[in-house]
């Protein structure tokens, strides 16, 4: 059995895509692509909910890494890239963050959201006060019959 597992080894690695396709270069970052996909489709949710600190800790981590990923021989492109779209998510998040909680983001989304609530309300007034004077008038028919 081990001689199987001998033979298919060295089949795999004697072919240059197969041997990358089955080593640490090929399958380390393609599991760690998640965090920068996460982060990617993050920018689309509420400013509220982004952490501040978790942000920070994942931009230093990318900038970190991006430097090891070509430190290493031979260099990790595919690593690299995945800290590179990680780091550059990140960074739109920490800008969203600091927009948000920092520079008037939450003044400008609160008021927003009020004029949006008065004119709703503006709104259904009109509604009931249309309807009341149709009732008004219905009334008044049917006294003058």
Excluded at 71 to 92: D, E, I, M, R, Y
Excluded at 111 to 129: M, Q
Aim: aromatic share 12%; charged share 20%.
């Amino acid at each position: 059995m081990a001689a199987v597992f001998k033979a298919l080894n060295a089949r795999i690695r004697a072919n240059p895509y197969t041997d990358y396709l089955c080593s640490t270069h090929f399958w380390g970052p393609a599991s760690n692509f998640g965090i920068p996909l996460a982060a990617v489709m993050d920018t689309s949710k509420p400013e509220e909910l982004i952490s501040g600190p978790m942000t920070v800790a994942l931009i230093g981590y990318s900038g970190t890494f991006m430097r090891y990923a070509l430190a290493v021989q031979p260099k990790n492109w595919l690593l690299f890239g995945c800290h590179v779209v990680n780091f550059s998510a990140q960074s739109t998040q920490a800008y969203r963050y600091l927009n948000y909680w920092k520079f008037g983001g939450r003044e400008k989304s609160l008021e927003e959201k009020a004029k949006l609530g008065a004119e709703s309300i503006v709104d259904k007034a009109k509604g009931a006060a249309d309807a009341a004077k149709e009732k008004a008038s219905e009334v008044a028919a049917k006294v003058k019959n």
